[in-house]
């Protein structure tokens, strides 16, 4: 079955779980940024923590030193405690995956690890590919094995920015990822027409149909907007919204999301 159950919430296909990502690079931002986000109409917390890392002068030389891992797990526990059970996610993303941070893969998997450890996060984003279509497969499984002795979820990631895969590389691609170990499969590819989220659309009801999954399965960009709303229909369980700034191209803001998820799907959020 395609369900997962994080705390109190369950994910699966039908009206999509809307997260909202946390994108303030300092510190005192970010816990003002959630506080806010914790008042809007979302049910799922992105900690884009490549936003605050990105900021850092000499990343890599700050990274030697002890403190900069006591204020990654400061603002985790802030995160968490005004979160006050809602799920969350950590994420780190690359620059060549849309991100703000440029550095190793063993870096990144060392700040993953520590917020899987700290228990404060429910879900580690970790992405697929390493470079273009290459996987690091040694290094993908260490990660996901880390992650998942600390009791908590993957979420294998890939965002292609320039186009649309076709239904079965998409298909092809969310397998891999299952595969792999993820406990969510998410995909977010550019849509430069209403055909390629089409496409998008029949990989993941093709895929749920199969019992792939848990997915994310996003089309971005301005087509593929209604595909954001409809995707849970055919089988994803979680969308994106923004709630200071879009983090993705096509992105809308979260009051928007719950009107269109409402009148789409009947009624509110039960």
């Known amino acids: ?22 994108v303030s690079a300092d510190p005192k931002e970010i ?27 000499n990343l890599e030389a700050a990274m030697e030193q002890k403190e900069f891992y006591l204020d990654i ?3 985790l526990d802030d995160i968490n405690f005004i979160a006050a059970g809602m799920p969350i996610i950590f994420t780190v993303r690359s620059k060549s995956q849309g991100g703000d941070v440029q550095m190793g893969q063993e870096h990144i998997a060392e700040i993953r690890s520590l917020a899987a450890q700290s228990g404060l996060v429910d879900f580690i984003d970790i992405e697929f590919f390493t470079a273009g279509s290459t996987v690091d497969e040694v290094l993908l499984r260490k990660q996901i094995d880390e992650v998942h002795k600390h009791s908590c979820k993957v979420i294998l990631s890939h965002h ?9 590389e998409l298909v092809g691609i969310v397998k891999r990822m299952a595969n792999m170990g993820a406990d969510i ?16 659309l029949k990989a993941t009801a093709f895929l749920n149909k199969n019992d792939v999954g848990p997915m994310i399965m996003i089309a971005m960009g301005e087509h593929g907007k209604p595909a954001r709303v409809s995707a849970g229909k055919y089988g994803s369980c979680i969308t994106f919204a ?20 409402d ?7 039960g």
């Open 185 to 200: 499969c998410k995909v977010a590819a550019m849509a430069s027409s209403k055909e390629d989220s089409k496409n998008l």
């Open 242 to 261: 923004s709630g200071k700034q879009e983090s993705a191209p096509g992105q809308v803001d979260v009051y928007t999301m719950k009107k269109w998820l």
């Open 263 to 269: 009148d789409y799907y009947g009624g509110e959020e």
């Open 160 to 168: 292609d920015f320039l186009e649309m895969p076709n239904p079965s």
């Open 73 to 75: 797990i400061k603002i």
């Open 1 to 22: 079955m395609n369900i997962l159950k994080i705390r109190e919430m369950v994910l699966e296909a039908g009206r999509p779980k809307i997260a909202v990502p946390i």
């Open 31 to 57: 816990i003002a940024e959630c506080e806010s986000i914790r008042q809007m109409p979302c049910q799922i917390l992105e900690w884009r923590a490549d936003k605050y890392l990105g900021a850092i002068e």
